[in-house]
T-cell receptor, first 116, second 113 residues
Framework: GAGVSQSPSNKVTEKGKDVELRCDPI?????LYWYRQSLGQGLEFLIY????????KSGLPSDRFSAERTGGSVSTLTIQRTQQEDSAVYLC??????????????FGPGTRLTVT | AQSVTQLGSHVSVSEGALVLLRCNYS??????LFWYVQYPNQGLQLLLK??????LVKGINGFEAEFKKSETSFHLTKPSAHMSDAAEYFC???????????FGQGTRLTINP
């Protein structure tokens, strides 16, 4: 079946512009995660959605970052007033309802964001 | 707080040789542990996971890892390296009941012919 898809695969933007990154999780997966992969910081958790529960936003680095998940499926990560330090690969993952955290997270190919 | 340390940002082995990638974790509660592999320009793929069942875990592509509580380690091994194993490998931990993964810094594995 189809895996996690992300769009765009690459995004180049000017400093100060807003960007939106999209994630389509695997059908039937109720949990959705965003991570950021950068040279300096490695792989970092950003935000987690589970069903209709309030999202865990504890990993968002600043209030310029926000995310939403509409209809329990597609998610959009928005970065406002982008800065050069936002340049990274943004990875989305999904999993079955994780009553316990042993459920495997399936990762998408990522969106490479470059802020010039 | 949880953390993961991967010893060696870059490991190089000859084709056919043993692969050993080291991972140590810290967690205040029994953890779940994972190894992921990332090929160039791709997302992460799960190799194997430990979830408090057998301490020796077998994964895909001939990889296995052993959970050693006394050493807080979860090292990844493969008896005989193949050229296709060249990739970046990430160890990750999550607390039971928590959802996010905490990753190590990654180890880039190079296979020499």
């Amino acid at each position: 079946g189809a895996g996690v898809s992300q769009s765009p695969s690459n995004k180049v933007t000017e400093k100060g512009k807003d960007v939106e990154l999209r994630c389509d999780p695997i059908s039937g997966h109720t949990a959705l995660y965003w991570y950021r992969q950068s040279l300096g910081q490695g792989l970092e958790f950003l935000i987690y959605f589970q069903g209709n529960s309030a999202p865990d936003k504890s990993g968002l680095p600043s209030d310029r970052f926000s995310a939403e998940r509409t209809g329990g499926s597609v998610s959009t990560l928005t970065i406002q007033r982008t800065q050069q330090e936002d340049s990274a690969v943004y990875l989305c993952a999904s999993s079955l309802a994780p009553a316990a955290s042993s459920y495997e997270q399936y990762f998408g190919p990522g969106t490479r964001l470059t802020v010039t | 707080a949880q953390s993961v340390t991967q010893l060696g940002s870059h490991v190089s082995v000859s084709e056919g040789a043993l692969v050993l990638l080291r991972c140590n974790y810290s967690s205040s509660v029994p953890p779940y542990l994972f190894w992921y592999v990332q090929y160039p320009n791709q997302g992460l793929q799960l190799l194997l996971k430990y979830t408090s069942a057998a301490t020796l875990v077998k994964g895909i592509n001939g990889f296995e890892a052993e959970f050693k509580k006394s050493e807080t380690s979860f090292h990844l091994t493969k008896p005989s390296a193949h050229m296709s194993d060249a990739a970046e490998y990430f160890c990750a931990v999550s607390e039971q009941g928590a959802q996010k993964l905490v990753f190590g810094q990654g180890t880039r594995l190079t296979i020499n012919p």
